[in-house]
C-alpha cells in the first residue's frame, strides 16, 4: 500500500491535474474557493447572463462547504464537505470554463464524471464527519460574494496541507466502489 502524500498547491494546471490518479493521498495547499448550493445558483445565472463570476475558475479548485462561524482566535469554524452530488448540475458548465477540481463526499454523476476526463479535472473526497479537524488545515477565510446566503456564501480560503484524495481522476479512474 502506498502511503506517500502528493503535496498540490493551487492554482493547477492540466498537465499537473491529468497526473493525478484515483486514490491518491494528496495535502492541498493555497486559495480553494468554498461554495454551495444556493452559491452555484448564482454563479450559474451570472454565467446565463454574460457576467463574470465572482471567483476565478481557470486552474482553481471549490470546496463544497457551508463553514460554521469562527470562534475567537481561529480562521474558519468548522468545515467539513457537504454531498457533492447537490452540485452535479451546476457542475459541468464551470469544468467547461476551466475550474479543475472539486473537494467534497459522496459519489458524482456520470455525466460529471465525464466532463473531468473531456477537461481535465478531478474530483477530491474529504472526510465527512470531521469538520473541526478540517478546519485546522484551513488557515484564513474571508467571504468574497453573496455574504447574504451567510454560510453559503462564497468564500476564499487559504489552505495549509488540507488533507484529500483522488475519488475521480481525469482519466476516468475512480476510488470509490459502486455496488
Do not use: C
Amino acid at each position: 500500500m502506498n502511503l506517500a502524500v502528493v503535496e498540490l498547491t493551487t492554482p493547477f494546471d492540466e498537465e499537473r491535474v491529468r497526473a493525478l490518479r484515483a486514490g491518491t493521498k494528496v495535502a492541498l495547499s493555497g486559495i480553494v474557493y468554498g461554495a454551495r448550493d444556493a452559491a452555484h445558483i448564482r454563479m450559474l445565472a451570472m454565467l446565463e447572463r454574460g457576467e463574470p463570476l465572482p471567483i476565478p475558475l481557470e486552474g482553481n479548485v471549490i470546496y463544497y462547504v457551508g463553514p460554521a462561524p469562527a470562534k475567537e482566535g481561529h480562521a474558519i469554524g468548522p468545515a467539513g464537505p457537504t454531498t457533492s452530488g447537490r452540485m452535479d448540475e451546476m457542475t459541468v458548465p464551470l469544468l467547461a470554463r476551466g475550474l479543475r477540481a472539486t473537494i467534497g463526499k459522496g459519489y458524482r454523476s456520470s455525466a460529471v464524471r465525464e466532463a473531468m476526463v473531456q477537461y481535465g479535472a478531478v474530483y477530491f473526497g474529504a472526510v465527512g464527519g470531521a469538520a473541526a479537524l478540517l478546519a485546522r488545515s484551513i488557515v484564513a477565510s474571508r467571504v468574497i460574494a453573496f455574504e447574504d446566503l451567510g454560510s453559503e456564501a462564497v468564500y476564499a480560503l487559504t489552505f495549509d496541507r488540507f488533507p484529500a484524495f483522488v475519488v475521480n481522476d481525469a482519466h476516468g479512474g475512480e476510488a470509490y466502489v459502486r455496488a
